[in-house]
């Protein structure tokens, strides 16, 4: 493996990465091109001697290789390019794969030697098909992903494998007690990673379905400026704007700047969406191995409808497609959500580095919406609408820090991975309020016939007089976890021996209409992966790992629920 970074050595930003350089070796056949920092990767079952560094406007290098140390590599301008660079696309030959896992997964081994089925779905993916969420579009692009859209986009709500997967952005666990994260809009979204199965590298906590990481567009020394808009059936309108480059003239601070404003109606009667964000990201690089890097999103949202969820006697498929249980007096659901985080990394030595993060999330929603109670024994075709109110506010703060070191024990080489993650989540909530009574305290109910739906009915909003200090609904979930991993390679590289464990408390303490319960765990949760490369594309691997999931609720007698441990 040969690694190194590619810079600029004079010009406007001397000392700046360099992306989109070609770096070959003919040795081991193969051609990479650096990445938004400079970076790059080379594999070859034999050894690399020597490799060729090309870039437009600049002298090529050719580089001896003489240690397994990362090289640091400068280009210099060429005078005697007069020519512009002219870019030329074609969507038969773009590059939709890759080979690397990010950063933001800790690890450092590509993924096709990995003992773990991890799918990586890259940002030229997302940018030609359009997708301007994860839901939808980019979880489509990953086998054995389904969506389950309950709450019109308040939350991913995707299932792999049986289960609902864990929401991760950046690498960290942002998933709240309830429905969210909300999906994250491609205008933010530089590649979604899926994780398929467990990952205690990542986090034990979570259905032991999987898991899928987000991570965000980042700052480059690069300048960038785009602008998108996209037009669409419903009345869809979305404009988008992604802004990056440096701000200082050594390229040591650098930014990165997303909007994005979308609105659409719907297929289904009375629903639409509208949509506003605002991302800007900070990042100061103090030297060629350290760096600290700032970012907040910011996200306003409005829906008709809070669910598309629909009910009949008659049976699945039996409404039309545009059928609703909602009436278009009562008001929108508004969502408005906030994130942020802080990174700083720094490299001690080429085989060694540290990385540490913070991030939270606050999400508060409002709104009326009518529900079906129960079955109309009666007149099952007409269905009871009674209106409920919901206020919540949900907040996750997460931090972690690890590190990454490789190193030798005689034939053996290393790749360890150690850290600790600490987690705390909140929910407080007015839910579920039923507000529209008759003097005497029975729900008043709004008659809608399936076989011939008439809408017009007029019901009354509703908004708690107290916002959340007359709450029915208090939960807190907290853990702290510790872990180690360590990749053992032996047989030239071909066969990876990868033995883990994480330890993990957890606490969690609920009160819902009035039931008190709480509950506490600690679990060491072991890992063992096998992985062997057969040819350099093809590899084979097992894994065995096991999760833990903390239960929020309480039972129907007021007492606590025990965690939902699984294993893989």
């Known amino acids: ?53 090309n870039h437009l406007g600049y002298l090529p290098q050719t580089v001896r290789v003489s240690s397994s140390q990362p090289l640091i590599i400068g280009l210099t301008t060429d005078a005697a390019t007069t020519l512009g660079e002219a870019v030329v696309t074609s969507k038969y030959y773009r590059q939709y794969t890759t080979k690397a896992v990010s950063s933001a997964l800790r690890l450092q081994t590509p993924l096709l030697e990995l003992s773990q089925n991890i799918q990586a779905v890259t940002p030229e993916v997302i940018f030609d098909q359009g997708s301007f969420n994860v839901t939808e579009g980019v979880s489509r692009n990953v086998s054995g992903v389904t969506r389950l859209e309950i709450s019109n986009n308040l939350g991913p709500y995707l299932f792999m494998r049986g289960g609902q997967i864990a929401s991760l952005r950046n690498g960290v666990d942002l998933t709240p007690i309830y429905r969210g994260p909300v999906p994250d809009d491609a205008a933010i979204i530089d590649r979604v990673e899926f994780v398929k199965g467990p990952s205690s590298f990542m986090n034990n906590i979570g259905d032991p379905a999987g898991s899928f990481n987000t991570v965000t567009k980042q700052p480059t020394a690069t300048p960038h400026y785009a602008v998108t808009a996209m037009l669409g059936s419903y009345d869809f309108y979305r404009l988008a704007a992604d802004l990056g480059g440096s701000i200082t003239k050594l390229g040591k601070l650098q930014y990165r700047f997303n909007a994005m404003a979308l609105s659409t109606n719907s297929f289904v009667q009375g629903d639409f969406n509208k949509r506003l964000l605002v991302a800007p990201v900070l990042k100061y ?49 508004r969502s408005q959500d906030h994130s942020g985080f802080l990174t700083f990394s720094h490299q001690f030595s080429p085989n060694w580095q540290l990385t540490a993060r913070g991030a939270f999330l606050v999400n508060n929603a409002e709104g009326s919406y009518l529900w079906v109670t129960g079955v109309n024994t009666a007149s099952p075709n007409v269905l009871l609408r009674n209106p409920k109110y919901d206020l919540n506010r949900t907040q996750v703060i997460s931090q972690q820090s690890f590190i990454n070191g490789k190193f030798a024990t005689g034939s053996l080489t290393h790749q360890l991975l150690a850290g600790v993650d600490a987690n705390q989540k909140k929910f407080l909530a007015d839910s579920y309020v039923e507000y529209n009574k008759t003097a005497a305290g029975a729900l008043v109910y709004y008659p809608l016939d399936v076989n011939n739906p008439q809408y017009g009915a007029e019901v009354p909003g509703y908004a708690a007089p107290n916002g959340l200090a007359s709450r029915n609904t208090e939960q807190t979930i907290m853990y702290y976890s510790f872990y180690a991993l360590d990749e053992v390679a032996l047989l030239g590289d071909k066969l990876r021996i990868t033995p883990g464990l994480r330890y993990t408390a957890v606490q969690t303490n609920n009160l819902v209409l009035g039931a008190a319960s709480s509950s506490s765990d600690r679990v060491a949760t072991p890992r063992l992966g096998i992985s062997y490369s057969i040819l350099p594309s093809l ?29 893989n």
């Open 539 to 567: 590899s084979v691997y097992g894994l065995y790992d096991r999760t833990l999931v903390p239960q929020a609720g309480v039972t129907g007698t007021g007492g606590a629920i025990d965690p939902l441990k699984g294993s």
């Open 1 to 53: 493996v040969v690694t190194g970074v590619v810079r600029q050595t004079d010009g406007l930003h001397p000392g700046a990465p360099l992306s989109g350089a070609t770096v070959s070796s003919l040795q081991a056949s193969q051609t990479v091109t650096t990445d938004s920092t400079g970076h790059f990767e080379l594999h070859g079952r034999q050894a690399i001697s020597t490799i060729s560094v």
């Open 285 to 333: 690089q103090f030297s060629d191995r350290t760096y600290l890097a700032a970012e907040y999103t910011f996200q306003a949202f409005k829906y008709g409808l809070y669910s598309p969820i629909v009910m009949t006697p008659n049976g699945f498929g039996s409404l039309p497609r545009d059928f609703t249980i909602s009436e278009p007096s009562l008001g929108p659901i």
